[in-house]
């Protein structure tokens, strides 16, 4: 199995826009959304459209033996007092899941060497427990840390050793 991480260019905004939907159907039940009239989830274009125009933000497609596996969304933290990367959001098809894929590609992605920030819902119990399990296999420290008023937001900062 060949995983590919291949940045997204302008082009495929439509294509990442697409795979969003599946994301926001897999968290519609604990986040209790409901599809708009034309049978889509709301999707805030403006915010996705940041990832191709902001620095240190960037959309990339998950490939697998050459096929679309989802994506990967990266951008610069908005937390005050937080001037980090932060992981956020990572989405694999079901057909994908369970094969190691988030994983080595949270791993790779965590472990550049910069600070990052990693936050879930204590409601999404799949990304909760996949990234509950990560840190946990992380060689460097993590510290949970306050990145919103939201008590079911949890954040943590991975610190990479300084050389």
Known sequence: MQIELLPAEIEQLPLIRNLYQFYAYESSDWEQEDVELDGRFYIHDEHLQRYWREPDWSASLVLVDGFIAGFLLLERSEV?????????????????????????????????????????????????????????????????VQASNDPELLSYLINPPRH
């Open 80 to 144: 005050a007092g937080v001037e980090v990367m932060e992981f956020a959001d990572l989405f694999v098809l079901r057909k994908y899941r369970r094969l190691g894929i988030g994983r080595a590609l949270a791993l790779q992605t965590l472990g550049d060497g910069r600070q990052w920030l990693l936050s879930v819902y204590r409601q999404d119990q799949l990304a909760y427990a996949f990234c509950h399990q990560l840190l946990a296999e992380l060689a460097y420290p993590t510290q949970p």
